[in-house]
């Protein structure tokens, strides 16, 4: 089996329950979703939408780290885009693994001074694609070959692709049937208010309500611009997740893929969240590493 990936890096947990937990990535490319309403003017007007991601030349860069962020459209845009496809690394699951294993500081899940966990990530693009999800279970069995299996396992995800019956099960019987072992699901579903995309094609509460039944261990992640309609648009969701079996926490961003961007309306979000009740969570990477690719 070979991989098709855009990166991978080691740095602290930007956003939710586990901000600040040393982790391990790997960003595989393709995506189902594009939010190109993401930092726009208004979203849901795609003739104002401007894509950075369109116009630059990247007849020079030959790695995606010496891409710039972008302020406007998906901050990832290269790890689906077919215009980056010659930047994608390409790699056997024992390559891969190799690759990650040099990023851990002491080359094992276990840091060997502190005795402290690091988790495993899976991220992109978007990681739960049907033809990704083979991969991630032979990256995670390749590192237990090598008897350096991650206690905890997260995958970022937009929440819409179903899981396949094959991936539920080999999570049941190499997570959730073991006491020291995690899977958690960070779910961000994308709002039309926000990110420009229609809810019938991005908002998936049947979809993630399968994922709750494999592990109960989660977040649901919301991207919101502070207007009125992004507010609606979540208790309205929140409310059809939470009848679909998923009870996780509700934690809520701003929106805004550089640090400028988000301290436009961060407060102003992080207030109304607290006083509806959810969580907050500030996107630390941007704040630590101005949301650079490879952090």
């Known amino acids: ?102 990023l851990l500081p002491t080359g094992t899940f276990i840091h060997e001074k502190t005795g402290q966990n690091i988790d495993m990530v899976f991220t992109g693009g978007e990681p739960m694609l049907k033809r990704t999800q083979p991969g991630m279970m032979a990256i995670v069995e390749e590192f237990g070959n090598r008897d350096n299996m991650p206690s905890r396992v997260t995958i970022e995800t937009n929440g819409t692709m179903p899981i396949t019956d094959d991936f539920a099960r080999w999570i049941e019987e190499n997570y959730t049937s073991w006491y020291d072992r995690e899977w958690y699901w960070s779910v961000s579903p994308k709002l039309w208010s926000t990110a420009g995309e229609k809810a019938k094609k991005a908002i998936k509460p049947e979809v993630v309500g399968k994922y709750a039944k494999v592990s109960d261990h989660g977040q649901l992640k919301f991207v919101v611009n502070g207007s009125q309609e992004s507010w609606i648009e979540v208790e309205e969701n929140v409310e059809q997740f939470r009848l679909n079996g998923c009870d996780w926490p509700v934690w809520i961003m701003g929106v805004g893929g550089t640090v400028e961007g988000l301290k436009m309306t961060e407060a102003m979000i992080a207030d109304e969240a607290i006083q509806r009740g959810y969580y907050y969570t500030s996107r630390v990477h941007a704040h630590i590493y101005g949301n650079a690719i490879g952090k």
């Open 1 to 102: 089996m070979n991989l098709q990936y855009s990166e991978t890096f080691y740095s602290p947990q930007g956003e939710g329950a586990y901000v600040g937990i040393p982790s391990l990535w790997l960003r595989f490319f393709l995506c189902n979703l594009q939010c190109h309403g993401f930092g726009q003017d208004d979203p849901t007007d795609p003739d104002t939408w401007e894509l950075p991601y369109e116009e630059i030349d990247i007849s020079r860069i030959k790695v995606v780290e010496e891409l710039p962020v972008f302020s406007k459209g998906c901050d990832s845009s290269y790890t689906w885009a077919r215009k980056y496809k010659h930047l994608i690394t390409d790699k056997t699951v024992e390559q891969a693994v190799d690759e990650l294993t040099t």
